[in-house]
């Protein structure tokens, strides 16, 4: 059983402290969730692909399980996410006998989809992540190339935030991305968003999804990336943040368990990660992780298959970790 501080009193009453949450982890994380957290994330049940299998077909029962257990303990719930290049059905993109669909034929199903999917939880689910990782990584081309992107052009963004305001005009609408805080890449979207305001489309947020490690990026970095994208006037989450005790590229597989001295780095780096939301308190608004505590997470499938990684606040066990302790010393 817990006691202490928890996390989500360690900030004003209206800052959200989210994890992402899946249906194992719902009951093996129960107690932590309800105790720590005022906010979850469904991790892939509200995907494309896991609610709209077939074009007649929706499948909710995952995420309305999810959707429950949120209202079981009375949290907050983030939608993630609409428009995507990755876990989206392919039957979306092409007609009966296989080939392309038209333009006007995919932003229609994207319109039912989205009506029907944020319409479902319209009051529960008070932001969407509507379009998730549309811009590209490398290179000097702005957007990703997707399905998305061939068939429709770029309009298929717009078209996503109008749809969503149309299906629940309350909820907040964000962009969310991953290397928000690289320079070049912060730049590419801070150009999406800003051409999206010229344009009238209501967007209300970014989400920095915050997939960081204990060296990367530069905390000089997330500053100028929560700057530049302040400067347009939108709200800012974290919406998947993570710590993994390995470089990006480090594909190392020989830690057993996490080593002390790696713990109190990533103690330091949480704490000024921590400092950086309380100093900008007025622009950002909440922080989910992606997960809850180190006895699951994603990257023990990323980037090498099986090897254990240990990113979170909690441990294994669910107990607080130097980090965990560090935020609490932050807020006394
Ligand atoms: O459902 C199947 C299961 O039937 C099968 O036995 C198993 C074997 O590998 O795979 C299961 O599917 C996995 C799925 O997660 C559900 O666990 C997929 O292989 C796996 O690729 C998928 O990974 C998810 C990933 O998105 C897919 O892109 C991660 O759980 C999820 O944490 C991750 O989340 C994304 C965000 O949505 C967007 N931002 C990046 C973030 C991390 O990649």
């Not at 969730?33 to 007649?56: C, D």
């Not at 009375?74 to 006998?97: E, I, K, Y």
């Not at 980090?323 to 010393?329: G, I, N, T, V």
């Amino acid at each position: 059983s817990f006691s202490g501080p928890a996390l989500k009193d360690m900030f004003a009453d209206d800052f959200k402290i989210g994890a992402a949450v899946n249906p194992p982890t719902i009951r093996s994380q129960e107690q932590l969730l309800a105790y720590h957290f005022n906010s979850i994330t469904a991790e892939n049940e509200m995907k494309f692909e896991s609610v709209h299998p077939q074009e007649e077909v929706y499948t909710f029962d995952q995420a309305d399980g999810l959707a429950a257990f949120a209202r079981k303990h009375g949290l907050a719930m983030r939608g993630h996410t609409l428009v995507w290049h990755n876990q989206t059905s392919d039957w979306l993109f092409t007609d009966g006998a296989g080939a392309s669909v038209s333009k006007e034929l995919l932003l229609a199903r994207l319109k039912s989809h989205i009506d029907t999917v944020v319409g479902r939880y319209r009051g529960q689910i008070y932001a969407w992540d509507v379009v998730n990782e549309v811009i590209a990584d490398e290179g000097p081309e702005l957007l990703r190339p997707s399905k998305w992107l061939e068939i429709a052009g770029p309009e298929f963004i717009a078209k996503a935030f109008e749809y969503a305001h149309e299906a629940d005009p309350q909820a907040l609408l964000f962009y969310n991305d991953y290397n928000e805080s690289h320079p070049q890449k912060r730049d590419k979207i801070y150009t999406l968003l800003k051409s999206l305001l010229d344009q009238g489309v209501l967007v209300h947020g970014v989400g920095l999804q915050a997939h960081w490690n204990l060296y990367d990026p530069a905390l000089d970095d997330i500053r100028a990336a929560i700057e530049k994208y302040a400067s347009l006037g939108l709200q800012l989450q974290l919406t998947e943040l993570d710590m993994s005790l390995f470089r990006f590229d480090d594909k190392r597989t020989d830690l057993t368990s996490p080593p002390p001295e790696l713990l109190e780095l990533q103690a330091e780096r949480y704490d000024g990660v921590f400092r950086l939301l309380r100093e900008y308190r007025q622009v950002i608004s909440s922080v989910t992780f992606w997960g809850a505590a180190d006895d699951y997470t994603w990257l023990d499938n990323f980037p090498v298959r099986g090897r254990k990684n240990w990113p979170f606040l909690f441990d294994e066990q669910h107990r607080p970790k130097p980090a965990f302790e560090r935020l609490a010393a932050l807020s006394r």
